[in-house]
């Protein structure tokens, strides 16, 4: 069953279309991880199904058009995970977490037994439990990065958006969110995830997209996809594409020149 369908999306900032002429699905089962060089598009394409940037084309999850849900009805449908976490108010993560469950209920209608479950669920699947009383504006970014997936993850949605949802985790927490994502999937939701880190989308993802230039230019498995020719002309890097514990595994090793340098000619004299 396809959760999300997108033809010929066009979308962007000013006047100016930033991702071109976007075409893809999103089945039930899906670890969809996006990924391009800073600057490719990603992000806004995200937020151009989600209604969030202006854009054209055509947008459905599953047979309805998007254009026609209501911002409440696209809530029971996706839940966001933002590049940006800020937390404006100095609320406890449990009622952070909880605000989840807003999309599932009458408005100023009382926590049920159901939502106190799922929060529950949530915050223990992301390990913030023991944080439950602080306030989201003390902790670290990697903490508050995890209590905003975990309000995503308490909304429990057929979708989940997740835009570098791996940022700021220390190894073992990215690892635990990538088999999370991984899960969700297997028990028959969607996950659609911008990744920086190619180890994560190789080893995790059972499909990627790249982005280059706003446009799309490779949709398939990590095998087909993360190529040592294509991560060269993407990124501009050499990188050791191989197989550990039966997993596909990709390791940028050094700058291809095939892209640009970074450094351009510019030279400094450190000992200045």
């Known amino acids: ?11 962007g900032f000013a006047g100016q279309d930033i991702v071109q ?3 893809f ?11 391009g060089p800073n600057g490719a598009g990603k992000s806004t394409l995200l937020r151009a199904v989600l209604g969030l940037t202006p854009c054209r084309g055509t947008v459905c999850f599953g047979e309805d058009d998007a254009k026609r849900l209501s911002r409440s009805a696209l809530s029971r449908r996706v839940a966001y995970v933002p590049q940006e976490r800020d937390v404006a108010w100095a609320v406890p993560v449990e009622m952070l977490v909880g605000l989840g469950r807003i ?3 009458p408005v100023f209608s009382a926590e049920t037994v159901s ?24 902790l ?16 429990d949605t057929p979708l989940l958006f997740a835009d570098e949802p791996t940022a700021g985790l220390d190894p073992a927490h990215q690892i635990a969110l990538m088999e999370t994502f991984a899960r969700l999937a297997s028990e028959g939701r969607g996950v659609l ?24 230019i490779a949709d398939g498995t990590p095998a087909e996809v993360l190529t040592f020719d ?18 596909l595994s990709v390791l940028p090793t050094a700058l291809s020149g095939m892209r640009h340098d970074p450094g351009g000619s510019v030279q400094v004299n450190w000992k200045a």
């Open 103 to 105: 999309p599932h209920r």
């Open 230 to 247: 294509r991560l060269a002309a993407v990124y501009g890097i050499k990188a050791h594409v191989g197989e550990v514990d039966g997993g």
């Open 193 to 216: 995830a911008c990744l920086h880190d190619l180890w994560l989308a190789a080893r995790w993802c059972s499909r990627i997209i790249v982005i280059d230039g706003g446009k799309m």
């Open 115 to 138: 939502d106190r479950a799922m929060v529950e669920c949530a915050m223990a699947v992301m390990d913030v439990i023991h944080l439950r009383h602080r306030h989201a504006t003390e």
């Open 25 to 35: 699905d999103l089945a039930m089962g899906e670890f969809v991880g996006l990924i």
């Open 21 to 23: 002429d976007a075409s």
């Open 140 to 155: 670290s970014g990697g903490e508050r990065a995890r209590v905003l997936i975990a309000r995503a993850l308490a909304q």
């Open 1 to 11: 069953m396809t959760l999300l369908h997108v033809r010929n999306l066009c979308g």
